[in-house]
């Protein structure tokens, strides 16, 4: 083994995480090999640096909101998730009456009544015509079991 | 950090059944976590909050795509560490923008939220390292991270990367390298000197 090999030896070792067996291999290893055992010590002296550093710890009223606040979140999504659905059928439906009413009252003179059924089926095209194009490359996505 | 108790199966069975008061054992097991995980990927006490709280959300909205043999914490911690690279992202993306508009040639750096005031007990040392944490690449930013500020086992930090353990002492290998070359504590490094 060629001293790169014990890259990962090295820091198990500084890290503790060696059995004993290991640890036996690398400390021979760091008895005929001064440029590993001077590596060591550097990373010996990062470590305990890296290690010196802590973050400040939130107050603790934040913890104690921190539940409540997550529930709230987490309620208040699925009220929008509720209003949007209501809000698209209600659309949906009012649309639906408004060129209903439209296409039945007599006095609406042809000419918008068509532009407005021409108006309504270029939307269904381009509606279905969006929806199996993403369907098509979610199909054939090489790439969608992939974990992100 | 990462056994499944009995608790846990017990809760998580409940949020399939779409009680979010039951998700509350995940919650408080692992809030601290979380938070110190965001804080130490985009630095900011604001945003490490609100992306841990967010994290919490999208965890609960798709808990049921979770294996029932699976530990909660790992998937959880994929969910997280997401969020936190695409709001860094984003960051970059906005201050890369407002640069743009000021015909400024030199994008800003994404670490430059890495503010040291996030560190306790002050001092230069101190500072210096956890701005050289920041300036680390996101792979092995994380493994410091779960490393020294977790107290997280290879084998633990392993799981949550849904790696093995050689790829873990690698990449701690080569991001403990390159805080020594930020710091100076390789050979004839000025902070060697310091106390």
Redesign the interface.
């Known amino acids: 083994m060629t001293c790169h090999n014990y890259?990962?030896l090295?820091?198990?070792y500084l890290?503790n995480?060696l059995t004993d067996e290991q640890k036996k291999q690398f400390e021979e290893h760091l008895s005929g090999c001064p440029e590993c055992a001077?590596e060591l010590e550097?990373?010996r002296?990062?470590?305990a640096?890296?290690?010196?550093?802590?973050?400040?710890?939130?107050e603790d009223r934040?913890?104690q909101d921190?539940?409540n606040?997550?529930?709230n979140?987490?309620?208040r999504?699925v009220g929008w998730i509720v209003f949007s659905v209501a809000a698209i059928l209600l659309t949906i439906y009012g649309g639906f009456k408004l060129i209903e009413d439209i296409i039945k009252d007599a006095t609406v003179g042809m000419l918008l009544k068509v532009g407005l059924l021409a108006l309504i089926a270029g939307l269904a095209i381009l509606f279905v015509s969006v929806l199996r194009e993403r369907l098509h490359f979610w199909q054939k996505d090489r790439y969608k079991d992939v974990?992100? | 950090m990462t056994s499944v108790c009995q608790e846990e199966i017990t809760a998580m069975r409940r949020c399939r059944r779409g009680s979010p008061e039951a998700f509350e054992v995940f919650v408080n097991r692992y809030m601290k976590n979380a938070y110190f995980i965001a804080l130490g990927l985009v630095g900011n006490r604001e945003d490490a909050m609100d992306l841990s709280q967010e994290a919490f959300i999208r965890a609960y909205r798709n808990i049921k795509h979770l294996k029932p043999d699976r530990k909660f914490f790992p998937w959880f911690y994929q969910i997280l560490k997401n969020l936190c690279i695409s709001h860094l992202r984003k960051r970059r993306y906005r201050q890369t923008s407002s640069l743009d508009a000021e015909n400024c040639p030199e994008p800003a750096a994404t670490t430059d939220c890495f503010s040291p005031e996030v560190v306790a007990e002050r001092n230069e040392l101190k500072d210096k390292v956890w701005q050289a944490i920041g300036k680390l690449d996101n792979k092995h930013r994380e493994v410091i991270i779960l490393r020294h500020f977790q107290n997280m086992s290879y084998e633990q930090i392993a799981e949550a990367l849904y790696c093995n353990k050689g790829t873990i002492t690698s990449r701690l290998y080569y991001a403990r390298k390159r805080l020594e070359e930020l710091l100076g504590t390789g050979k004839g490094g000025c902070i060697n000197d310091m106390p």
């Open positions: 890259k990962d090295m820091m198990g890290d995480e001077g550097e990373f002296k990062l470590k640096i890296t290690d010196e550093v802590t973050l400040v710890e939130p934040i913890w921190y539940w606040s997550v529930y979140r987490i309620e999504s974990r992100r």
